[in-house]
């Protein structure tokens, strides 16, 4: 299953996407908390709204599962790009938990629709080994999202808005590299 490229770059893809969420898990609650003085019951209801935002782009999944792979892929993470730069933006103009959250939303949607995708794919590409592609999937990819979302956090120590958008741009620009490499390599069927 290693040796299979566009299955190694699926795992890959999916660890990344699901370290966006993980990463603002990380910091998310210190920051709305601590940094914005909101409580805990706020911050709860901020990850539910994230997680709502993961769960839609599960069923943009769904619903765009007819067209092609790879270019729905690219033009996901075109957009979460293009999210980021507008949260960087924003991030000089407006610092509260409404900006935070809105661009934290629109990125997760992204997130969860290249994870949704990608895990689909991976688990797909070995029907026989449906099993075993879909934990070794899942195993993979939380050991990508441990070390590169605790690792970012290590590194920028997200405080405000603005180094959140650095956190995710990072990520962002990881997965136009991984699919950029899945186009130079040709790891797609």
Known sequence: MFKAKDFFYGMIMCGLSYSMIMFFNLCGSFIIEHKMGYSEVVA???????GFAWMTGGFLGKALINRAFLPKIRNANYIQLFLIILMFIASYF???IYSLVAFAFLIHVT?????NNYFSYCIGRFP?????????TGGVAFIITSAIS?????????????????????LGILGLFILSMIRWRKAHI
């Open 44 to 50: 709860g209801y901020v990850s539910l709204i994230l």
């Open 94 to 96: 407006a610092n509260t």
């Open 111 to 115: 997130a969860g629709f290249i994870f």
């Open 128 to 136: 026989n080994s449906a099993g075993i592609a879909g934990g070794l």
């Open 150 to 170: 605790y690792g970012i956090v290590a590194v920028i120590k997200p405080q405000i808005q603005l180094q959140v958008a650095e956190g995710y741009f990072v």
